[in-house]
């Protein structure tokens, strides 16, 4: 996949606009892709071999996202811009070295994982990017220079794709270890 140039701000918009172009300039099927959200009911998850930790400590996150290849000849790759792992990784590589498992954590701190279609992803998510300005409704950080992303049914759904809670949203969640089972596993 050729080059894109990202900002470095959200992951969620990072991989919206990462499936948009796949899905405008690629030639690969946009159906082989998910977004794939991470948090957990406390929204605390660690995450390893991310650019702003340190050494070999997890980063803690309220939530991440990151793209899930499936490929048609059966490999499947990561896609995580906060990552120092390769991009992309292999699952197994990314399973291993960030996500690690969630038997010696405490309980508070293990995964989910939320996989939504790219193209459903497309289509349904939204943000205004309230969650990206301080209590003075000041932004954290300068918010990216495109528009917000919105739907004809919402300007602001990101808390349905951060709950972890089956009934809500969109997509499949999964626990660390139904992922693993699943998409880390070699065929």
Not at 8 to 31: A, F, G, M, T, Y
Not at 95 to 101: F, G, H, Q, T, W
Not at 120 to 147: C, G, I, V
Not at 149 to 160: G, K, P, Q, V, Y
């Amino acid at each position: 996949m050729q080059h894109i140039n990202f900002l470095l701000l959200h992951s969620e918009e990072n991989v919206w606009k990462l499936c948009e172009h796949i899905r405008d300039q690629s030639e690969r099927p946009l159906q082989e892709f998910y977004a794939v959200f991470l948090s957990n009911e406390k929204r605390m998850i660690p995450i390893w071999k991310q650019q702003c930790g340190r050494r070999d400590e997890p980063v803690i996150w309220d939530y991440h996202v990151i793209l899930l290849h499936v490929c048609s000849g059966g490999q499947r790759l990561i896609y995580d811009l906060d990552s120092v792992l390769p991009f992309p990784c292999p699952c197994e590589l990314y399973v291993k070295e960030a996500l690690r498992s969630d038997q010696n954590i405490r309980k508070d701190f293990r995964r989910k994982l939320r996989l939504i279609r790219a193209d459903e992803f497309l289509q349904t998510f939204a943000s205004d990017r309230s969650h990206m300005k301080d209590a003075d409704n000041k932004w954290k950080k300068p918010p990216p220079p495109y528009p917000c992303i919105r739907t004809a049914e919402s300007s602001m759904n990101l808390d349905d794709f951060i709950s972890m809670d089956p009934a809500v949203g969109y997509g499949k969640v999964y626990t660390l270890e139904e992922f693993t089972e699943r998409f880390s596993t070699p065929l």
